[in-house]
Nanobody
């Protein structure tokens, strides 16, 4: 089992920045990729960014150039630096950890609200 604890969400004005953190504990030796998804009210959960253990990354087109995902393997923590935030970034952000083999683990979610 893997436990994920997210932090760093909150309320910010358009153009502002937030940094999300997600600390993993438990059977972390099995984790390969870690990442962030988000879900806005009335919408499906969507991928924001993902980072492999080796450091390769993938971003949603909507956040490229504004968001940066990083990972500290020594601390078993993944970060999401969000800059130039827009109202459409408002959502609950979920951390995910993908074990190999196995099914993804999910955090409890953290609310990000961007006011116009």
């Amino acid at each position: 089992q893997v436990q994920l604890v997210e932090s760093g969400g909150g309320l910010v004005q358009t153009g502002g920045s937030l940094r999300l953190s997600c600390a993993a504990s438990g059977s972390i030796f099995s984790i390969n990729a870690m990442g962030w998804y988000r879900q806005a009210p009335g919408k499906q959960r969507e991928l924001v960014a993902i980072i492999a253990r080796g450091g390769s990354t993938n971003y949603a087109d909507s956040v490229k150039g504004r968001f940066t995902i990083s990972r500290d393997n020594a601390k078993n923590t993944v970060y999401l630096q969000m800059n130039s935030l827009k109202p459409e970034d408002t959502a609950v952000y979920y951390c995910t950890a993908n074990p190999v083999p196995g099914t993804p683990y999910w955090g409890q979610g953290t609310q990000v609200t961007v006011s116009s």
